[in-house]
């Protein structure tokens, strides 16, 4: 047996190499991945630009360390913050460290306008990381339990209700900013109005709260724009990135601008990995693909196509809730646990998942083909019915 510590249920696969969208196995089996290793392959897999780059960088250099400049990670804060409209850009290697420096920020920020307890809103299932701080901070027990005392300063609000967010405006005076997920990916492709989005963004105005954004999962032109807030036409004051940002590479990323940015002053907040040179080539290199190709216009397109392809498949099969998402950001929803389903696809040469319980959720490439899409279509729907009974 292996010694790898027993935290994941693997399912009993090893992959050898990639090709865009399909994977292969040990025996030669290839399977068509709509999973992108959890939105993160977003160049797919063996992408020729995305390899070339990674070869050049890795024979000149790959990490120093932040005690020096580093001249990627400045042409890759200055890319970030031009598509998105924001000042300052803080690397580090993943999304539950971009969304800690966030948390970090927001108290931090409250400390400075004197307040002693300062308490971020968060959302009921969403998902932020496993760090105790973004721990504390998601809304699902399963993945706190256990792990109690959590941090506290967290105020949790049912998602999408800006209601019970006016309400804890009036009587909490330690409120100093809003987490939550346009789209929650961990807790069902739930999506958020863009009518609640632009009230957030008015009310934390109002409070001089910090409007604090997670695209972690749905950022990066998964949704058919750079930033799955931008459909609301806001900006937020805070953002974190990570999962689809470097292809494969760990990177993560926290944006500030606003009221937010110039809170952390040297010493405030760091990474030793974060920002190095490989890191960021792959950023960089992941943005320009996108953009070179069209792959945002690609993903609304093709994930449009993907979910009629499933109501049409799926309509009128009891047991089916709803198919939902944006992009290639996509949930079937069904009214039973259904995680048998991920065995099954495999077995069917398909890369699925189900978050929630009852919940399968899609995340394929952007380099997907509209070819694949229909397959995946096809694959999903005959596996859907099988697993109902219909």
Not at 59 to 83: F, M, Q
Not at 173 to 197: C, R, S, T, W, Y
Not at 299 to 312: T, V, W
Not at 353 to 381: F, H, I, Y
């Amino acid at each position: 047996m292996p010694h790898l510590m027993n935290t994941y249920g693997r399912l009993p696969v090893a992959f050898t190499h990639g090709e865009g969208c399909r994977l292969f196995d040990e025996q030669g089996k290839a399977y068509l991945d709509a999973l992108a290793g959890i939105a993160v392959n977003t160049l797919g897999h063996n992408h020729p630009r995305l390899v070339k780059v990674l070869r050049e960088q890795v024979g000149r250099l790959i990490h120093t360390s932040n005690l020096y400049r580093i001249s990627e990670a400045e042409a890759a804060s200055d890319r970030l913050a031009a598509l998105s409209g924001m000042d300052e850009v803080f690397f580090c290697n993943s999304g539950c460290e971009a969304n800690e420096a966030a948390i970090k920020l927001a108290r931090l920020y409250g400390h400075q306008r004197g307040i002693e307890q300062p308490a971020i809103i968060v959302m009921e299932q969403a998902f932020h990381g496993r760090t105790l701080a973004t721990l504390s901070a998601t809304g699902n027990r399963k993945v706190q339990a256990g792990f109690e005392p959590l941090v506290t300063g967290f105020v949790r609000v049912p998602f999408d209700d800006f209601a019970a967010i006016e309400q804890l405006a009036e009587r909490n005076p330690n409120i100093v900013a809003v987490l939550f997920e346009p789209i929650q990916g961990e807790g069902g492709i739930n999506l958020a109005h863009k009518d609640f989005m632009r009230s957030l963004r008015q009310v934390c105005d109002q409070k001089e709260w910090l409007f604090m954004v997670d695209e972690v999962q749905c950022g990066i032109g998964r949704t058919g724009v750079w930033f799955a807030h931008q459909h609301a036409g806001i900006v937020p004051d805070v953002m974190t990135l990570a999962k689809g940002l470097g292809s494969g590479v760990p990177i993560g990323a926290c944006l500030a601008t606003g009221r937010a940015a110039g809170v952390f002053k040297p010493g405030n907040h760091g990474s030793t990995f974060g920002g190095n040179p490989l890191a960021c080539v792959a950023a960089l290199t992941t943005l320009d693909v996108i953009e070179a190709d069209g792959l945002m216009a690609h993903a609304a397109k093709l994930g449009e196509a993907i979910r009629n392809g499933l109501r049409e498949g799926l309509s009128g099969i009891p047991g089916v809730v709803e198919v939902r998402g944006d992009g290639l950001m996509i949930g079937v929803e069904l009214d039973r646990p259904c995680g048998d389903l991920v065995q099954r696809g495999l077995a069917a040469g398909l890369l699925i998942n189900v978050t929630a319980d009852k919940v399968v959720r899609l995340l394929p490439a952007l380099v997907m083909s509209d070819a694949e899409g229909a397959e995946l279509v096809a694959a999903l729907v005959a596996l859907i019915k099988e697993f109902l009974g219909a």
